[in-house]
């Protein structure tokens, strides 16, 4: 079965601190880029950050800069965002997703496959 699972998700005051892991099975993984992105209610899929297949090259979105690290490892086929100094407009379902190539993209459209999300909610 192909499949993206996260994990990690739950709630925390703002200011603290949570890492989420999305474990890849059933597809490749070495070779590929891999991205976060968060959806919030009534709003659309946004990017939050993305890691190139090496690691060695990673990209944020504006709001998350400073605070959210995204890392690999690729012995385990799993990717992690590490997420500091949280706030609550953090809040929202977050999905992981493998991209279609190598080099990493801030769009949509340029993932393949796609987990079924983790809720975290930011809230005192």
């Known amino acids: 079965q192909v499949q993206l699972e996260e994990s990690g998700g739950g709630v925390v005051q703002p200011g603290g601190s949570l890492r989420l892991s999305c474990k890849a099975s059933g597809l490749t993984f070495n070779g590929y880029a891999m991205g976060w992105f968060r959806q919030a209610p009534g709003k659309e899929r946004d990017f939050v950050a993305s890691?190139?297949?090496?690691?060695?090259?990673?990209t944020y979105a504006d709001s998350v800069k400073g605070r959210f690290t995204i890392s690999r490892d690729n012995s385990k086929n799993t990717v992690y965002l590490q997420m500091n100094s949280l706030k609550p407009e953090d809040t929202a379902v977050y999905y992981c997703?493998?991209?279609?190539?190598?080099?990493?993209?801030?769009?949509?459209?340029?993932?393949?496959?796609w987990g079924q999300g983790t809720q975290l909610t930011v809230s005192s």
């Open positions: 997703a493998r991209g279609r190539a190598a080099v990493a993209s801030f769009l949509r459209d340029g993932y393949q496959y």
């Open positions: 890691i190139n297949w090496l690691g060695g090259y990673t």
